[in-house]
């Protein structure tokens, strides 16, 4: 049998071409570096097991072409994943501003319910910075949306972004998991009248012995 | 782009100026045109895809183990009794009290209890508790991602169970494995009779010995597990095992309503026993591996430029109804299609079996030589049924090698490829609540209503109903106006039993609302045991999985069936 693991994630990344999101990718499944560009083609993915709290966390993480070329093919893959990654470049104004767009590509394309986080890549190259940090924190506290700076190149962040995407999964996992007990406890008079009816077929036998 | 440098840019453009910019192709209002992908391009995402594919199924294989030992869980639950251990049966004694597990509400022993994490709030300062058999379902809840897609992803039960249960994943693979060794003769002519399809797979493989061992051995084991399951339904009566006997009930009410042949009740079932080859299919949830193959012959002529495929049969096909049978059809397209004319041909339907011989030939006019070098025949197998039609497999041919002479072909089907329904569909949430004993309807959302008043938009209502219920419950949502992908978000309570459940049927039915004149009927939408395909799965899961909640979107159909 194959390595076995205790959950499944589904991650994503999304965000203008040329800003980093295979090397991000590159860096955190096979902890390299390549500095030539080569576009992604339409769709890819990389797998990683991590470990959470004890837990065996596979991670399946998908790359897509920011190109404008192939959104019908990066939009289906929104829906089925459980994060998604903007990523951005700080030597680039322009893919900083066209994070807004992502988000509403988000809220119209994934699931209700998906984790986000911002990503400012290329954080390396102080020199050719166009976008401080400042803007990025600015817009992650605008969309409620946890931001990190990273570099792919210095291998800085990279790490850390996706253990606490995996963890804010983890963590929403177990939060639903104690809302969905008891279901649809909404509608307050039907569960009082539930609760009623169950009372009865417990013996007194039972309830005295949890005195 | 000095289109409009006289123009005021704050002015409606003239027809003269937006017929220029429609030229210049550029704004939101028209398609861009993109480069079509290349061969390579496409070729690069397709690796990709297949890859993706095998992920999947390593993970559709983990989640049916979850599942299968969950099924065993319960399977062995001796079942509630007041005053007694859900699990192990276990009497309440002085120094090992009895606990009441906090969601199931049912009593169990120390030992096959866990303690919850301490609520929060400091009204529920009370130790709580869960049974091992909550905590595992909650489990199975997380591991499988279902806490997120909010309904089982798909699964596939392991080896040994999947053989026992239903041998369809195993049949097809096999047949796949036998490869091209001749079967005529040897296979079930009749459909209809479920029986049947045991039968020539056993004797039909010469090649591979080694998953014929595990058939039969599987096969012996079936008895005795029919037996005690049959058993332990009729001594103790507790809502975890009825989910397993729902499936037998059920069946026997199929019978009832008169599908022929197909149907046993529990009592001929006890009776057959004896016999290894009349053995009833066990009822399914939809397998997803091995969609079985098909055989089917090509001749071009050259002289009336005419293809003539035949397609002579298929083998091992999935089964979609409660019985583990299908009504398959063919549909038949030559691709890529030129234009918007569409050249689709379906063979008739074959009903109630999974090997369907269909010996029918279809020609398609009109097909150059040209055509056969770069044109390719999709075939789509399809389940015939009332509510909508749910494919069942695809395969695709290029036509380069008919082109000299006529060709026989075995082809592997694929699974299913759109499997989320596009049209007017419904997201529908469903769950049985065993707090409420009620089952719980949520009407989330539609999209793609049809448009049926003046203006362009619909006024939609949903109706719904459980039939047979011996409330007369029906229950509408409100109106949204104008709207032709409403939101409602609204819950209904059908008070029921789960093991009634499993002979009732829901009904949906959606209405646009006119003042003067009778209300316009929208769609419809029927789930329940007798249903097929993805709107089965959606209610065994919901009656099988009791207390969570199970969102599927379905396709609605226009027929209206009161």
């Known amino acids: 049998m194959a390595k076995t693991y205790d959950y499944l994630f589904k991650l994503l990344l999304i965000g203008d071409s040329g800003v980093g999101k295979t090397s991000i990718l590159f860096r955190f499944s096979e902890d390299a570096f390549n500095i030539s560009f080569i576009s992604t083609i339409g769709i890819d993915f990389k797998i990683r097991t991590i470990d959470l709290d004890g837990k065996k966390v596979k991670l399946q993480i998908w790359d897509t072409a920011g190109q404008e070329r192939f959104r019908t093919i990066t939009t289906a893959y929104y829906r089925g994943s459980m994060g998604i990654m903007l990523v951005y470049d700080v030597t680039n104004e322009k893919s900083f501003e066209n994070i807004k767009n992502w988000i509403r590509n988000i809220e119209e394309n994934a699931s209700a319910d998906v984790e986000k986080m911002i990503l400012g890549n290329k954080c390396d190259l102080d020199a050719k910075r166009q976008v401080s940090k400042e803007r990025g924190e600015q817009l992650a506290i605008e969309y409620q949306i946890k931001f990190v700076e990273t570099s792919a190149k210095d291998s800085l962040n990279v790490e850390y972004a996706f253990y606490t995407l995996a963890r804010d999964i983890k963590a929403k996992m177990e939060k639903k998991q104690e809302a969905s007990n008891p279901p649809g406890a909404r509608s307050g008079a039907h569960q009082l009248r539930a609760n009623e009816q169950q009372r009865k077929p417990t013996s007194w036998l039972s309830r005295c012995s949890v005195l | ?562």
């Open chain 2, 1 to 562: 782009m000095n289109y409009q440098s006289k123009a005021n840019k704050y002015v409606c453009p003239n027809d003269r100026q937006l017929s220029l910019r429609a030229k210049l192709r550029t704004g939101w209002s028209t398609a861009r045109s993109e480069p079509p992908l290349t061969a390579t391009e496409r070729e690069a995402i397709a690796a990709v895809v297949k890859r993706a594919e095998k992920v999947d199924e390593v993970e559709a294989r983990r989640v049916g183990r979850i599942v299968a030992r969950l099924e065993g869980m319960r399977r062995s639950a001796q079942g509630p009794a007041p005053r007694s251990c859900l699990l192990c049966g276990e009497t309440s004694r002085l120094l090992a009290p009895l606990r009441t597990c906090s969601i199931c509400r049912n009593t169990a022993c120390p030992k096959c209890v866990i303690e919850m994490p301490p609520h929060r709030s400091p009204i529920y300062s009370r130790e709580q508790y869960m049974c091992n058999l909550c905590a595992e379902t909650r489990e199975m809840w997380k591991k499988s991602g279902a806490w997120f897609y909010k309904s089982l992803p798909k699964y596939i039960l392991p080896e040994r169970k999947a053989t026992r249960r239903y041998n369809d994943t195993e049949l097809a693979r096999s047949l796949q494995d036998a490869g091209n060794s001749s079967n005529e003769g040897k296979t079930d002519s009749e459909p209809g009779s479920p029986l049947s399809v045991h039968a020539p797979t056993f004797s039909r493989q010469p090649s591979n010995t080694d998953s014929r061992k595990s058939i039969v051995s599987s096969h012996d084991t079936h008895h005795d597990w029919n037996e005690t399951d049959i058993l332990s339904h009729g001594v103790s009566g507790l809502s975890l095992h009825r989910t397993e006997s729902l499936n037998q009930r059920s069946v026997a009410g199929l019978k009832r309503t008169g599908s022929k042949g197909s149907a046993y009740s529990i009592r001929s079932i006890r009776k057959e026993i004896s016999k290894p080859l009349t053995q009833p299919e066990r009822p399914t949830t939809i397998p997803d591996a091995g969609f079985g193959t098909l055989e089917i012959k090509l001749a071009y002529d050259n002289g009336t430029s005419s293809l003539a495929v035949t397609v002579l049969r298929a083998r091992g096909l999935i089964g979609m109804d409660m019985t583990g049978l299908s009504d398959p059809f063919c549909r038949l397209e030559i691709l890529p299609r030129e234009g918007t004319y569409s050249n689709r041909l379906r063979t008739k339907t074959v009903h109630k079996t999974k090997n369907p011989e269909f010996n029918e030939t279809l020609h398609f006019f009109g097909i150059t030589e040209s055509d056969l070098a770069a044109k390719s025949l999709e075939i789509v197998l399809f389940d015939d049924d009332r509510y909508g039609c749910d494919e069942m497999g695809s395969a695709t041919v290029s036509l380069r090698d008919c082109a000299k002479s006529p060709i026989q072909l075995r082809l592997a089907l694929s699974g299913a490829t759109g499997t989320e329904p596009t049209g007017p569909r419904v997201l529908l949430a469903l769950c049985y609540s065993t707090k409420k004993r009620a089952l719980v309807v949520t009407i989330c959302r539609a999209a793609e209503l049809p448009p049926r008043d003046s203006n362009g938009y619909s006024d939609p209502f949903v109706k719904l109903h459980l039939d047979p219920d011996p409330y007369h419950k029906k229950h509408k949502t409100s109106i949204k106006w104008r709207n032709l992908n409403p939101i409602w978000n609204e819950e209904f309570l059908f008070e029921t039993r789960p093991t009634e459940l499993s002979r009732q049927n829901l009904t949906l039915t959606f209405w646009d609302k006119d003042y003067g004149k009778p209300n316009d009927f929208l769609g419809s939408l029927v789930l329940g045991a007798s249903s097929k395909g993805r709107r089965l799965k959606h209610w065994m899961d919901c009656i099988k999985f009791p207390d969570h909640r199970h969102e599927q979107w379905h396709s609605l159909t226009d027929t209206q069936h009161l």
